[in-house]
């Protein structure tokens, strides 16, 4: 019987004999349809086909055959006879020792030969082989081995370069077959898992890495494994790891493979911006909140709202009280407090309005005063802060209000402390952290100068007011009269601007009534105004001059004086009540560029009159001719002089404010006239405002008697706001 394994790579693609066209190995179709094993023909024509080597070891012999593939793809001569040895002397040195213990192990166990190694071939280069035999037995003896090899060298190099990649590649990779156990692991899959892969080579990952059972690990591999689509996720793994990985996994008939970055620096990074960004906000909230008021009390006091609970559980805020009158010892004052929760704010409050007065010197209230340095209770604050609290309720309170934490952090003014801030943490968070208290101390910082500045603010201010007191003095006593006047000074400025009013009586009896208003808003505009309403004093009790006249001279007077000041103004003097009249008042005024009076008459009616024509400003022409109109007042009449501060303002033209004017006083006409005054400013005026306001209204006795219902005669004192 042929021997089944010889020749049949030897077959070449030679034209039959017949002149037919051949198949393959020189088998031309004629023969195959003859022949009685076509079956076992094409089955040697398709081992040729595949590049694989057969051959035949006679174990008892120990003569090696190969047909031609064979011989080719080890590089052996066609005549050389090859035993075991001569064959296993052209195996690579480095797998020599494999190959012919996996040959001994496959003859004595009469079992398989199954091996992949490298030989050297006559070039002295190297080829992968992929072998693999069966031993034969007769009689219960084995008698030789048959089996096949075939060149695995191309896929053998496809996979080194892949592993070459992987192995070279910045990211980790492992790969894990159908059981999750790794199969693979580069280098820095090793790097990053903190582990070698001959530990990791035929592990089970979830014993190996047993953090990952029930997180996003399991769930995110097995997903892909059961869908067999992709995943992607971040996940983190915590120690011995400590990290955060960008995963993607990638499932196949073998199992998954897995690709992963470590993002950790990339996660804090981002961590790190978004608490930056919370910390603006929170800075530009409080910075918005205390810019909005010039009262740096009621901002600051509102403070313990806004770091409530981004820096702390619960809040109280401490005013260093400035004011001399308070005693030789500067007070403390507790002016805000809050808590997160809603249900504990009454006890919160309660204890800020106690525990000032139930501080002992020791205390880290007075601790943080002293220093000008923050205070930190780390732990136990709440026994540690009852310790410095007399008996009584302040203790009770905190112990009920629990803090475990507590930092008492200074807010610093340009000559030291004025102000406090203590932020309280309840046992389930931990202590501010180094970043935190930063952020604490730049929003003490900034209420810090906001309450000084609004104190530097208070005394402009009452240094202001001071000077307007002595420049807008009380009206007089007018027989059958009632004057009223009011100054509001700009909400944005020192409290005094260019804005004035003025009432004095004259020699022959008759009383002077002025409104006026100097161009600018700021201190020049006030020095200004007392030198331009003195002069007009001055004038006015010197000469006895009617309003056209007193203004005439106001002008050449200031050309004289070198004063380039500009100025609105209305001169009205209501003339002595004369044998006759009724009760009737003449009223003579000249108006220089100022917005018009208004009449209220006795029936409520309101009337808003205009000069017989339309004079300068004062210093701009000063030879200007002023005209003088006349108007006549009923009894109970009321003549109304007030600044464009009233009517005017950047969102609202003087045409529509002196409208809105109108219709105000039309509906307070008949209240008293203090009332009239003030409802008027509380109905026009805008809570912030960039121009004073000034107002002056004498109203005419009803009957013309001193001792009338409305109290005319009595001067009204001025006021501002």
């Given at each position: 019987?042929?021997?089944?394994?010889?020749?049949?790579?030897?077959?070449?693609?030679?034209?039959?004999?017949?002149?037919?066209?051949?198949?393959?190995?020189?088998?031309?179709?004629?023969?195959?349809?003859?022949?009685?094993?076509?079956?076992?023909?094409?089955?040697?024509?398709?081992?040729?086909?595949?590049?694989?080597?057969?051959?035949?070891?006679?174990l008892v012999t120990g003569r090696v055959s190969w047909d031609e593939v064979g011989r080719d793809l080890l590089g052996l001569d066609e005549g050389t006879e090859h035993t075991v040895g001569s064959l296993t002397s052209r195996v690579h040195p480095e797998d020599r020792a494999r190959v012919v213990a996996a040959l001994d192990a496959a003859v004595l166990a009469e079992d398989g030969f199954d091996a992949e190694y490298r030989v050297l071939t006559p070039d002295g280069g190297t080829?992968?082989?992929?072998?693999?035999?069966?031993?034969?037995?007769?009689?219960?003896?084995?008698?030789?081995?048959?089996?096949?090899?075939?060149?695995?060298?191309?896929?053998?190099?496809?996979?080194?370069?892949?592993?070459?990649?992987?192995?070279?590649?910045?990211?980790?990779?492992?790969?894990?077959?159908?059981?999750?156990?790794?199969?693979?692991?580069?280098?820095?899959?090793?790097?990053?898992?903190?582990?070698?892969?001959?530990?990791?080579?035929?592990?089970?990952?979830?014993?190996?890495?047993?953090?990952?059972?029930?997180?996003?690990?399991?769930?995110?591999?097995?997903?892909?494994?059961?869908?067999?689509?992709?995943?992607?996720?971040?996940?983190?793994?915590?120690?011995?790891?400590?990290?955060?990985?960008?995963?993607?996994?990638?499932?196949?008939?073998?199992?998954?493979?897995?690709?992963?970055?470590?993002?950790?620096?990339?996660?804090?990074?981002?961590?790190?911006?978004?608490?930056?960004?919370?910390?603006?906000?929170?800075?530009?909230?409080?910075?918005?909140?205390?810019?909005?008021?010039?009262?740096?009390?009621?901002?600051?006091?509102?403070?313990?709202?806004?770091?409530?609970?981004?820096?702390?559980?619960?809040?109280?805020?401490?005013?260093?009280?400035?004011?001399?009158?308070?005693?030789?010892?500067?007070?403390?004052?507790?002016?805000?407090?809050?808590?997160?929760?809603?249900?504990?704010?009454?006890?919160?409050?309660?204890?800020?309005?106690?525990?000032?007065?139930?501080?002992?010197?020791?205390?880290?209230?007075?601790?943080?005063?002293?220093?000008?340095?923050?205070?930190?209770?780390?732990?136990?604050?709440?026994?540690?802060?009852?310790?410095?609290?007399?008996?009584?309720?302040?203790?009770?309170?905190?112990?009920?209000?629990?803090?475990?934490?507590?930092?008492?952090?200074?807010?610093?003014?340009?000559?030291?402390?004025?102000?406090?801030?203590?932020?309280?943490?309840?046992?389930?968070?931990?202590?501010?952290?180094?970043?935190?208290?930063?952020?604490?101390?730049?929003?003490?910082?900034?209420?810090?100068?906001?309450?000084?500045?609004?104190?530097?603010?208070?005394?402009?201010?009452?240094?202001?007011?001071?000077?307007?007191?002595?420049?807008?003095?009380?009206?007089?006593?007018?027989?059958?009269?009632?004057?009223?006047?009011?100054?509001?000074?700009?909400?944005?400025?020192?409290?005094?601007?260019?804005?004035?009013?003025?009432?004095?009586?004259?020699?022959?009896?008759?009383?002077?009534?002025?409104?006026?208003?100097?161009?600018?808003?700021?201190?020049v505009a006030a020095a200004s105004m007392g030198q331009l309403r003195s002069i007009l004093r001055g004038v006015a009790v010197a000469t006895g001059a009617g309003p056209a006249e007193l203004l005439e001279d106001v002008d050449h007077a200031m050309v004289t004086l070198q004063s380039a000041t500009l100025a609105t103004a209305v001169v009205a003097t209501v003339e002595p009540e004369r044998s006759g009249d009724a009760g009737h008042r003449t009223v003579r005024w000249s108006n220089?560029?100022?917005?018009?009076?208004?009449?209220?008459?006795?029936?409520?009616?309101?009337?808003?009159?205009?000069?017989?024509?339309?004079?300068?400003?004062?210093?701009?022409?000063?030879?200007?001719?002023?005209?003088?109109?006349?108007?006549?007042?009923?009894?109970?009449?009321?003549?109304?002089?007030?600044?464009?501060?009233?009517?005017?303002?950047?969102?609202?033209?003087?045409?529509?404010?002196?409208?809105?004017?109108?219709?105000?006083?039309?509906?307070?006409?008949?209240?008293?006239?203090?009332?009239?005054?003030?409802?008027?400013?509380?109905?026009?005026?805008?809570?912030?405002?960039?121009?004073?306001?000034?107002?002056?209204?004498?109203?005419?006795?009803?009957?013309?008697?001193?001792?009338?219902?409305?109290?005319?005669?009595?001067?009204?004192?001025?006021?501002?706001?």
């Amino acid at each position: 019987m042929p021997d089944p394994l010889a020749g049949t790579a030897a077959r070449g693609l030679d034209d039959g004999a017949d002149g037919r066209r051949p198949l393959l190995s020189g088998v031309p179709l004629n023969r195959l349809a003859a022949s009685h094993d076509a079956g076992r023909v094409l089955g040697e024509l398709a081992i040729a086909a595949a590049g694989i080597g057969v051959f035949r070891w006679d174990l008892v012999t120990g003569r090696v055959s190969w047909d031609e593939v064979g011989r080719d793809l080890l590089g052996l001569d066609e005549g050389t006879e090859h035993t075991v040895g001569s064959l296993t002397s052209r195996v690579h040195p480095e797998d020599r020792a494999r190959v012919v213990a996996a040959l001994d192990a496959a003859v004595l166990a009469e079992d398989g030969f199954d091996a992949e190694y490298r030989v050297l071939t006559p070039d002295g280069g190297t080829r992968w082989v992929s072998a693999r035999g069966r031993t034969m037995l007769e009689e219960g003896r084995p008698v030789r081995m048959v089996g096949a090899a075939y060149d695995t060298t191309a896929r053998r190099r496809s996979e080194a370069r892949i592993a070459e990649v992987l192995e070279s590649m910045p990211t980790a990779f492992f790969s894990l077959d159908t059981d999750w156990r790794f199969t693979y692991v580069n280098a820095e899959a090793e790097r990053v898992l903190g582990r070698p892969r001959r530990e990791l080579l035929g592990g089970d990952i979830w014993e190996l890495f047993p953090a990952a059972l029930s997180s996003q690990f399991e769930d995110g591999y097995r997903r892909a494994v059961r869908t067999g689509r992709p995943a992607s996720f971040d996940a983190y793994y915590p120690a011995p790891l400590d990290a955060w990985f960008e995963v993607r996994a990638w499932p196949g008939p073998d199992g998954l493979a897995v690709y992963f970055l470590d993002i950790t620096a990339r996660r804090q990074a981002e961590e790190q911006a978004a608490h930056l960004a919370h910390r603006a906000a929170l800075v530009a909230r409080v910075t918005a909140e205390l810019s909005e008021t010039l009262d740096g009390e009621q901002a600051v006091g509102r403070l313990a709202q806004l770091v409530v609970p981004d820096l702390a559980d619960w809040c109280l805020v401490t005013l260093v009280d400035d004011d001399e009158q308070a005693g030789a010892r500067r007070g403390l004052r507790d002016i805000g407090w809050w808590h997160a929760d809603p249900e504990m704010r009454p006890l919160v409050e309660e204890y800020g309005a106690m525990r000032i007065g139930a501080l002992r010197d020791r205390s880290f209230v007075a601790q943080a005063l002293s220093s000008a340095d923050t205070v930190v209770v780390d732990a136990r604050a709440s026994a540690r802060i009852a310790e410095l609290l007399e008996p009584g309720r302040a203790r009770d309170l905190i112990a009920r209000l629990a803090p475990e934490t507590a930092s008492v952090i200074p807010l610093r003014g340009r000559d030291g402390v004025v102000g406090l801030i203590t932020l309280f943490r309840g046992a389930e968070r931990q202590a501010l952290t180094a970043d935190e208290l930063a952020t604490a101390g730049e929003v003490a910082a900034r209420a810090g100068l906001a309450l000084d500045n609004s104190r530097l603010y208070r005394q402009q201010r009452q240094l202001a007011e001071g000077l307007q007191r002595a420049l807008l003095t009380e009206p007089p006593r007018a027989p059958g009269l009632r004057i009223a006047v009011r100054y509001e000074p700009a909400a944005e400025a020192a409290q005094v601007g260019g804005d004035w009013y003025d009432a004095f009586l004259q020699r022959d009896g008759g009383t002077v009534l002025v409104i006026g208003d100097v161009v600018g808003h700021d201190i020049v505009a006030a020095a200004s105004m007392g030198q331009l309403r003195s002069i007009l004093r001055g004038v006015a009790v010197a000469t006895g001059a009617g309003p056209a006249e007193l203004l005439e001279d106001v002008d050449h007077a200031m050309v004289t004086l070198q004063s380039a000041t500009l100025a609105t103004a209305v001169v009205a003097t209501v003339e002595p009540e004369r044998s006759g009249d009724a009760g009737h008042r003449t009223v003579r005024w000249s108006n220089a560029g100022h917005p018009p009076p208004f009449v209220i008459g006795p029936d409520g009616s309101v009337t808003e009159i205009h000069a017989d024509e339309a004079d300068l400003l004062l210093g701009v022409v000063p030879d200007t001719r002023r005209g003088e109109t006349v108007t006549v007042l009923a009894p109970g009449a009321t003549l109304f002089l007030y600044t464009d501060g009233l009517v005017e303002r950047r969102d609202q033209p003087l045409g529509d404010g002196i409208a809105l004017l109108h219709d105000v006083l039309r509906e307070v006409a008949h209240q008293d006239l203090d009332v009239v005054c003030d409802e008027v400013l509380r109905r026009l005026l805008p809570a912030t405002r960039s121009d004073d306001v000034a107002v002056v209204a004498v109203r005419l006795a009803d009957g013309g008697s001193a001792g009338s219902p409305d109290g005319a005669g009595a001067p009204s004192s001025p006021r501002s706001r």
